[in-house]
């Protein structure tokens, strides 16, 4: 019998609702994480994404946390800026 660990379900289920997340929202929702718009690279679920492969529960949670703040941030930057404004939901959310 195999056992998996309370840490693995969740790492899975969370991996897989990012996927569904990006197939079936991000890809109809119309605009783009403030994060990559302004700094370039990943968006905010391809990061956390990536956070819940390499990294524990307790670092995912937290470096999670401070990527939604910069997201917030960047968004508040882009809206202020030329760029005709922004209004991302989750990573615009103050946190």
């Known amino acids: 019998m195999t056992t998996i660990s309370l840490e693995n379900f969740v790492r899975d289920c ?18 783009s994480c403030p994060h990559r718009l302004l ?23 937290k470096l999670s ?12 930057s882009l809206r202020s800026g030329s760029s005709g404004g922004c209004i991302v939901v989750p990573c615009c959310i103050p946190i």
């Open 14 to 31: 969370a991996i897989s609702s990012i996927n569904g997340y990006q197939k079936h929202i991000s890809a109809k929702k119309g605009f």
């Open 65 to 76: 946390h401070l990527r939604f703040k910069d997201c917030a941030l960047a968004s508040k």
């Open 39 to 61: 700094h370039g690279g990943l968006s905010c679920s391809d990061y956390v994404k990536n956070l819940f492969i390499a990294q524990d529960l307790s670092q995912v949670v």
